[in-house]
């Protein structure tokens, strides 16, 4: 029994399509873009461990490999064989990291306000002890949020409770994972040495990744297409979901896309 919350929705024939969220969030976070992409794919979310409706255990590892192993497990279970990859900020990271260990599995890869590297970080530096993260409310998740919106958007509820239903153990370990992930590597030599299709959607508002800078080093990766979203925060995907999906479908059925999906091995 797997220990991972997954949903799967569209057509079983259609071309898969696997959603990753961010940090401190679930696939619900995804919901918006759901009856945009189920018209073209079949479409896979998954609760990363410590998220969602997934388990929390405490002694587990929370890195960025091990929960993109997790999620190409899943994708084993379900039997498909290739998939494009989306992943939003943090889950650009697990994304990317899938595509690293399996190749053959991800066909394509898509970055939603992934942060290429530590040093275009602008976030607030937020620390909260076991004590403060038990008796936070939710206006003090939604402030602690606020940097992943543009100015004025209010986080959904559903957000909120997200953030509160993981452990501090979860978030602190999951939060370490992303960081040292790109401590290693910044994602743009990544992606580089993968040859993957890439597209890369990044809100020009983003207030937790200096857009700009964040957008040449993506610019710098052969071949990879770069799509900057005006008036659009750190989350496109709630922001403004029918922009962010009509990016993400053009990419999916561009020519060179389907070339590698039929190109890839059913393994």
């Known amino acids: 029994m797997t220990n991972l919350h997954v949903t799967d ?5 259609a071309p898969p399509l696997l959603l990753v969220h961010g940090s401190a969030s679930s696939v619900r976070s995804w919901d918006a873009l759901l009856p945009l992409l189920t018209e073209h794919h079949r479409v896979v979310r998954v609760d990363l461990l410590g998220h969602g409706s997934s388990a929390k255990p405490a002694d587990a590892g929370y890195g960025v490999p091990e929960q993109a192993h997790r999620a190409g497990a ?6 498909i064989g290739h998939a494009v990859v989306a992943g939003h900020s943090t889950g650009g990271l697990v994304a990317t990291a899938l595509a ?3 190749p053959g599995l991800v066909t394509g890869l898509v970055l939603v306000n992934t942060g290429p590297a530590m040093d275009t970080y602008i976030g607030p530096q937020t620390a909260f002890g076991p004590r403060q993260w038990a008796a936070l409310t939710d206006e003090q998740v939604r402030d602690a949020m606020s940097s992943a919106f543009r100015p004025g958007y209010v986080a959904p509820a559903t957000l909120v409770a997200d953030v509160r239903g993981m452990t501090f153990e979860g978030f602190t370990a999951a939060q370490r994972g992303a960081v040292e992930f790109l401590m290693r590597q910044p994602v743009p030599e990544r992606l580089t040495a993968l040859g993957k299709p890439v597209l890369v959607l990044f809100g020009e508002d983003d207030r937790r990744w200096r857009p700009s800078t964040s957008l040449a080093a993506y610019r710098a990766v052969p071949g990879a297409r770069v799509v900057p979203l005006a008036g659009v925060g750190h989350s496109p995907i709630l922001e403004d979901p029918a922009a962010t999906a009509g990016a993400l479908l053009a990419f999916t059925g561009s020519p060179t896309l389907n070339r590698q999906s039929s190109a890839s091995p059913r393994t």
């Open 74 to 79: 899943e994708l084993d279970r379900l039997g």
């Open 9 to 13: 929705d569209g057509p079983r024939d």
């Open 100 to 102: 690293e260990e399996r």
